[in-house]
């Protein structure tokens, strides 16, 4: 029986193929079921008042029609490919549930809740089409941890960690520890800049030394103040070569800005690069 829930996002596309085939594999490699989210608009929403005007409803009588045709060929497409994503990692006897839900993102990523983690197409995580508003949602209001899956379908067999001791970093590391157990090559990512004296303690890389090395993992460390750029151009030069970043999100934490505001947006909007596992 699977112990964990993971979730993706769909949108009923081409978009849908990579990050559904990564989800499934993800799914095997946490042990987990894979249920999928299809947010489609709510025919309802599209309705306008008309006067009384037969003609009129008439017209928005089809319209509504033509929308609910077109949702549920949507649909289709979105179920479809995931069951061919279930099939690819070979997890046809855990096949979850596939869910259309037609309502506001912030209400649809309430369910999310009790998931590992939820995946969704690095399209969507860059603000584009019908997810970004859902995918938003599920990370800052759900604070359920987002995987933006890269071009490769894989499990990574590297994986990179943004630390800052931030309550943020540490949620993201937790939720992606059945990958960093499994991965061949840890990297731990850190910068001194900002950071007070009496807050080092709790930024120290020794904790997370001691976490990884509970799970007999090994890691090296890279200052990414050696790189130009803002804190998320270094983190993304740091990470290069890896399969994964792992790093909190929109933190408020007094450390420093390490993984704040407009550093997250420079992860998220990344065009290329590492996976990403980012929680708040």
Not at 6 to 29: H, K, M, N, S, Y
């Amino acid at each position: 029986m699977a112990k964990e829930r993971i979730i993706i996002t769909l949108q009923g596309d081409e978009v849908d193929i990579v990050p559904a085939r990564v989800a499934a594999r993800l799914a095997a490699r946490f042990d987990a079921t894979l249920d999928a989210v299809l947010l489609e608009p709510d025919p309802s929403d599209f309705m306008m008042w008309a006067g009384p005007s037969g003609a009129a409803a008439s017209v928005m009588a089809g319209a509504l029609s033509t929308i609910q045709q077109e949702s549920d060929e949507c649909a289709e497409r979105a179920k479809n490919t995931f069951v061919d994503a279930l099939e690819y990692a070979e997890l046809t006897a855990v096949r979850g549930r596939f869910l259309r839900i037609s309502d506001q993102p912030a209400d649809a990523a309430a369910e999310t809740r009790l998931s590992r983690l939820v995946v969704t197409s690095r399209f969507a995580a860059e603000g584009n089409g019908p997810l970004a508003e859902l995918v938003t949602s599920v990370l800052i209001d759900e604070q359920t941890p987002v995987y933006i899956a890269s071009d490769n379908d894989e499990p990574p067999a590297s994986v990179a960690i943004a630390w800052d001791g931030s309550r943020e970093a540490a949620r993201a590391i937790y939720a992606g520890a059945p990958l960093i157990s499994a991965a061949e090559k840890v990297v731990i990512l850190q910068s001194n800049r900002g950071l007070e004296y009496r807050d080092r303690r709790a930024a120290s890389v020794d904790r997370l030394y001691d976490w990884l090395s509970v799970r007999g993992k090994r890691s090296d460390t890279v200052d990414i103040d050696q790189f130009d750029g803002t804190v998320g151009e270094r983190l993304l030069k740091g990470a290069e070569g890896m399969d994964l970043l792992i790093a909190g999100a929109y933190g408020h934490s007094r450390l420093r800005e390490f993984v704040f505001g407009g550093v997250t947006r420079t992860l998220l909007s990344a065009s290329d690069g590492p996976a990403m596992l980012l929680a708040h």
